[in-house]
């Protein structure tokens, strides 16, 4: 079953999950859920997965319900005046929400109108352009391209690619990311762009930064820099070349680095959102380690047995993590 039908099928089951438990549901009602529920063993395997996360609310408190909602929705909740079950009523329209992956609150390519070449969330793609040019795109990637007798021009809309660019000095090479454009001069390099910054990091040769029409900046092999939207140039650093381009190898590394960033990190290779809650002194917490990016069930383990967190996961779509003791191995 491919992404979008599956969604669409999480996103029936929860809503016949939250028709059940409402207590108003009519005879009629019952009848089409029974046929659905029968219709098909998938529709029977994804109502448990709703049941899962439902009955997973148990071991939340109201007070973490309320913070759980009011962080899915990015709305204020007012404090109901009713029973506990009200609150799993207003968790469960949540949670018809959570197990849906493909509806704005997961991290994903689907909404994604522009590339030419695009990643799913965990997917790594390689294409070879028409110049001979290779292009790794890292997960969750959109890439235009244009390239025509005069030149060769590339939009990164999201994500992450390594460029190994054939020579052609008759047709530069220029990649457009985060408002800013990077001139290939001989070269291969990295960029990751998002909301906030883009990053590139040079392993050979050289290339050329510009944004707006005053401010530039060369990076040569060996060398990174950042820059941010509204035109701010971070200077040029050495690069850790292993931890920048880990994930060619599917690897993720850290080294001492906070908590929030290692999950941020996380979440770009999995179809989920990774929540904090009830305890800021987690965001302080460093960690330290080396990861297989396709095998990344095996780091929330090992953070909860090296670090005070304690792990809740709900139908492995919503992670709660808590101030907690390390666990024992």
Known sequence: MDTPERDRLASTASEWLVRMESGT?????RLRF???????????DAYREAERFWHGLDRLNPDDIREFVRYLTEDTITDPRGTSRSWRRVAALAASLVLVAGIGLWITTAWLPFGDYRTAVGEVRTVTLADGSIVQLNTDTALSVSITEHGRRLTLHRGEAFFTVAPDAARPFEVEAGRGAIRALGTAFNVRTGSDRTTVTVTEHGIRIRLGKETSAEVHAGERLRYRPDGWIDPIETADMDRALAWRHHRLIFENQPLPEVLAELARYRSGRLVILRD??????PVTGS???????HLLPAIEESLPVR?????DRVILLYRGLPKKS
Request: glycine share 0%.
């Open 25 to 29: 549901i009519t005879a009629a009602e």
């Open 34 to 44: 029974a046929e659905w529920l029968s219709s098909d063993p998938s529709h029977r």
């Open 280 to 285: 800021e002194s987690l965001k302080t917490l």
């Open 291 to 297: 990861f297989d990016t396709e095998r990344l069930d």
């Open 311 to 315: 792990i809740v996961s709900f139908a």
